[in-house]
């Protein structure tokens, strides 16, 4: 065989070989995996309610939760009998799980952002959202006329002020507060918390003056304290909180298979109704809202 022949031939099988080890095939076979496997492994985070919660022993619900089933139920088509395996998760970890395919999907309240995506990649939109704060009726003036539209409401005794914001950790709206703070001079400190409720029982309890997370969270969680016509929950928003699930990156065909599981459910009969089932009269707003942003 001619000299340059060989080396072509070598070259070939060299350009062959890193294929076969790069990212990308790697991460190209997310319905191989779960063929091999014999389940959809769907990741939850357990306290993300009305989008994703759990308690042991039963099954997780929420509406991110039901939007995963339509996905789990279109890979069902290609593998009949599929089991259906839910894994808690948290948001300082759920990412890294979906990089290293401990779960096919991510679903909660997740917000799509660059930084996110150089681990994940992500479906079509499932929600629009942004960040608010929950306060109660006589947190401080200024914190009242910085989240409500109206006239602040004033505490029958005033209380002296904690200056604490809380926040839960690792999300979105906690880096864009600290970044908020970090180019201003200000007496407020911030407070991390590990969970949405240990963040609202610290607001009831005094410890914080306003609880910061997305307005539609917030809504839910002022629905869980011990008084709620105590609390409020701002009008205003500060960031744009686009929500979706998280899958594997590099893998194109599976991200299509999710959005088009995800358009057919969304311009059926059944979505406004499951829209009603977890956000009421707001429902319409919402439908509007994810119709227009949604992958035709």
Same mark, same amino acid.
């Given at each position: 065989?001619?000299?340059?022949?060989?080396?072509?031939?070598?070259? !070939?099988?060299?350009?062959? +070989?890193?294929?076969?080890?790069?990212?990308?095939?790697?991460?190209?076979?997310? +319905?191989?995996?779960?063929a091999?496997?014999?389940a959809?492994? #769907?990741?939850?985070?357990? *306290?993300?309610?009305?989008?994703?919660?759990?308690?042991?022993?039963?099954e997780?619900v929420?509406?991110?939760?039901d939007?995963?089933?339509? #996905? &789990?139920d279109?890979?069902?088509?290609?593998?009949?009998?599929l089991?259906?395996?839910?894994?808690?998760?948290?948001?300082?970890n759920?990412? *890294?799980?979906?990089?290293?395919e401990?779960?096919d999907? !991510?679903?909660?309240?997740?917000?799509?952002?660059l930084?996110?995506?150089e681990?994940v990649?992500?479906?079509?939109?499932?929600f629009?959202?942004?960040?608010?704060a929950l306060?109660r009726?006589?947190?401080?003036? %200024?914190?009242?006329?910085?989240?409500?539209?109206?006239? &602040?409401?004033?505490a029958v005794?005033?209380?002296?002020?904690?200056?604490?914001?809380?926040?839960?950790?690792?999300?979105t709206?906690?880096?864009?507060?600290?970044?908020?703070?970090?180019?201003?001079e200000?007496k407020?400190?911030? &407070?991390?918390f590990?969970?949405?409720e240990d963040?609202?029982?610290a +607001?009831?309890?005094?410890?914080?003056?306003? %609880?910061?997370?997305?307005?539609v969270?917030l #809504?839910? +969680?002022?629905?869980?304290a011990?008084?709620?016509?105590?609390?409020?929950v701002?009008?205003?928003?500060?960031?744009?909180?686009? %929500?979706?699930i998280? !899958?594997?990156r590099?893998d194109?065909?599976?991200?299509?298979?999710a959005d088009r599981a995800?358009?057919?459910?969304?311009?059926?009969?059944?979505?406004?109704p499951?829209?009603e089932?977890?956000?009421?009269?707001e429902?319409?707003?919402?439908?509007?809202? #994810?119709?227009?942003q949604?992958?035709?």
């Amino acid at each position: 065989m001619p000299r340059r022949m060989v080396k072509r031939m070598t070259r !070939l099988l060299l350009v062959g +070989l890193a294929l076969c080890l790069s990212p990308f095939a790697a991460a190209a076979a997310t +319905l191989d995996t779960i063929a091999a496997r014999g389940a959809v492994r #769907i990741g939850y985070i357990a *306290d993300q309610a009305p989008f994703s919660s759990g308690r042991p022993g039963a099954e997780p619900v929420g509406y991110a939760i039901d939007l995963c089933g339509r #996905i &789990a139920d279109e890979i069902e088509h290609q593998f009949p009998q599929l089991r259906r395996d839910y894994v808690e998760m948290t948001l300082a970890n759920g990412f *890294d799980a979906v990089r290293n395919e401990e779960i096919d999907l !991510l679903c909660g309240s997740i917000t799509v952002n660059l930084n996110r995506r150089e681990t994940v990649d992500f479906s079509q939109p499932i929600f629009l959202t942004g960040a608010s704060a929950l306060l109660r009726k006589d947190s401080p003036d %200024y914190l009242q006329t910085l989240f409500l539209d109206g006239p &602040a409401v004033h505490a029958v005794s005033e209380r002296v002020a904690t200056n604490v914001i809380g926040m839960r950790a690792n999300t979105t709206t906690a880096a864009a507060l600290r970044e908020a703070l970090a180019i201003q001079e200000s007496k407020t400190r911030l &407070a991390d918390f590990a969970t949405h409720e240990d963040g609202l029982k610290a +607001l009831e309890d005094r410890k914080i003056d306003a %609880y910061i997370a997305d307005q539609v969270l917030l #809504i839910s +969680l002022a629905k869980r304290a011990r008084d709620p016509s105590a609390l409020e929950v701002g009008d205003r928003m500060f960031t744009h909180e686009p %929500y979706a699930i998280a !899958l594997r990156r590099d893998d194109a065909d599976f991200r299509l298979l999710a959005d088009r599981a995800l358009t057919d459910f969304y311009l059926s009969d059944d979505f406004l109704p499951l829209l009603e089932s977890y956000f009421g009269t707001e429902a319409p707003m919402l439908h509007t809202q #994810i119709i227009m942003q949604h992958v035709p």
